[in-house]
């Protein structure tokens, strides 16, 4: 089956000014040849840090902005290269919600008139289109009486459920998710969380999601794609790449997710990455994680580890990939195949 | 052991167009020498206002009344001039955004040097910038005698909240008041930030109120911890007993909603239903009665106090019938 969305080799790169007219511009290499695929029905999530890439992603799928290079085929249309009028018909089938529910939605407008906006814009409000609304709102576990209320009278949760129920008025087929639950409180993360979970069961739309919190994406995600400085340093399915997380940087990643158990907080080793990212203007050459990694070697700096299977069953950019499920010190302690983390290799673990 | 803060009866309000505000509600809070307090709650709950309040830096139109005592001395109510001695000498505080806490056009050093003469007048500047640069070293920031030429724009966040953290220690606090000191940061840069803190606290010996919205990140640096809900603390205790054996439905709900990392079910999170309410039109009886899966009808007329419960304080009328709950 052909996938829904295939992205491949896409690469952005930002002018940073400097120089008159950008002559000398210096360029940030903000996406550098990410690929992956999303499958109808199914959640892909993009986890990393700031300035990973993983926005600017969401923002090149959704043909939001043009690319520097490389192909995002939804449904065999290339989004980045489609004519204004073919993206518009895309964009019925491709949607998104943004980050900050209150800066997205207009705090003149009613939440009705938000979420009938779209369908105002493809012509569908006409017929049928106040009893969609109201309809779109109790999807979304919202009282459809409310339809008159601004954006100020909800909370923060309701306003994220306002946002889900506008990009669904479409009935899109996927759904670009940015950081959609980072700005809410603990207790209406969850909320919102099993509402996507739900809507997907029943709508069958597909999801791009996009966290850096690593548990929201092993809970909703089917697929996982790991970015570091614009790469794609491991992808796969959730379970591989959470109970054999091989590149250096996700078992990084993992280690460093506070759980809330004191106990096993105290007790486990932590491994503690030095330095911040590099500058996205000058990467380092070869692997680009290298300047932060315990593992690097000459090699690393020279040649660029490629995106490929190295024996953990998924794809992983490193060179000296190993699989390490115990990484979280959480994990399943039955598992005796774990190869020991390399703590003789200068790591900096915390007691 | 004598407390180094001792927070009592702490009551806020604040003057708004559409009536008095009660962001603290009386709130108790007690930090032992050398210990790490961590304060949950989300956005409104008022554990930043407790802690601006402890400091005296709440604006001029709020209500304050109740107790702040440091080593046994009364803060409410004490002269801005002696508040201005204590703080960021003996109690030091750092906020979320390093950035914005810091002077954009002001070398690195020269601001810690500032906090050191402020209080140290005594202290030459030529020692105060031998001191700022090991202090920066202290906190991790790579070749810390240049750096301390430099401006925070040419740090990055985490070298920022470092920075704040060599700031705040400079003076050698007894107290130091974290106020969500990771949130704007990375999970891994978070993790150094927290390392770094458990240095501090060991080297330096100093007591942390460590406040924030993250379970996990008070799980691992905290000795006790509070719970807060509008304006109240409804939970406290030790971190193992809290973490394990919560009697109040609120934290109960909310380390339920935690998703974790060894969560491998495809399942629906438990979630706490409604939202957080308004300051303005609190619920009558327990604030939480109208989230609360366990609420009676005399939830909504009386107001639980925080009482002992089985190896915690819970504020809650059904707290013993709750039981302990197993954590994930």
Known sequence: MTPLLAVEDLVKHFPAGGGLFGRHARQVHAVCGVSFEVGRGETLGIVGESGCGKSTTAR???????????????????VLTAKPKALRALRRRLQMVAQDPYASLDPQMTVGASIAEPLRIHGLYRKGGKDRVRELMTLVELDPDHVTRYPHQ????????????????LQPELLVLDEPISSLDVSIQAGVINLLADLQERLGVAYVFIAHDLSVIR??????????LGKVVESGLRDDVFDRPSHPYTQALLSAMPSANPVAERARAR??????????????????????????????????PALVDRGQGHPVACHFAEAAPQVSGLADPARQDAPDLPNAAGLPFAP | ?????????????????????????????????????????????????TMLATLGLLPAGAEVSGSVKYRGRELVGLAPRELRKLRGAAVAMIFQDPKT???????????????????????????????AVE???????????RRARDYPHQFSGGMCQRAMIAMAVANDPDVLIADEPTTALDVTIQAQILD??????????????????????????ADDVAVMYAGRVVEKGSVDAVYTQARHPYTRGLLASVPRLTDTRHGPLQSIGGGAPSLLHLPGGCAFHPRCPHARPNCQVDDPRLRPVAGVEAACHYAEELGPVASK
């Not at chain 1, 996205?280 to 090699?299: M, N």
């Open chain 2, 135 to 145: 202090l920066l070293a202290l906190v991790g920031i790579p070749q810390p005698d």
């Open chain 2, 196 to 221: 770094l803190l458990r240095d501090i606290r060991e080297e330096k010996g100093v007591a942390i109120v460590l406040i924030s919205h993250d379970l996990g990140v008070v799980a691992g640096l």
């Open chain 1, 154 to 169: 909800f909370s923060g949760g309701q306003r994220q459920r306002v946002g889900i129920a506008r990009a669904l008025a």
């Open chain 1, 271 to 304: 491994i503690l990455l030095p330095g911040d990212v590099p500058s996205p203007l000058d990467p380092p050459s070869g692997c680009r994680f290298r300047t932060r990694c315990w593992k690097a070697q000459d090699v690393c700096a020279v040649e660029e």
């Open chain 1, 219 to 228: 809970l909703i995600s089917h697929k996982v794609v790991v970015m570091y």
């Open chain 1, 60 to 78: 090149l799928v959704l043909g939001l902005m043009p690319a520097t290079s490389g192909t995002a085929r939804f449904d065999d249309v290339d």
């Open chain 2, 1 to 49: 052991m004598t407390p180094v803060l001792e927070i009592a009866g702490l009551e806020v309000t604040f003057p708004t167009q559409e009536g008095p505000v009660a962001a603290v509600r009386g709130v108790d809070l007690t930090l032992e020498a050398r210990k790490v307090l961590g304060v949950v709650g989300e956005s409104g709950s008022g554990k930043t206002v």
């Open chain 2, 101 to 131: 806490s810091l002077n954009p056009v002001q070398p690195i050093g020269h601001q810690i040097v500032e906090g050191i003469r402020i209080h140290h007048p005594d202290v030459g500047r030529k020692e105060a910038a031998k001191r």
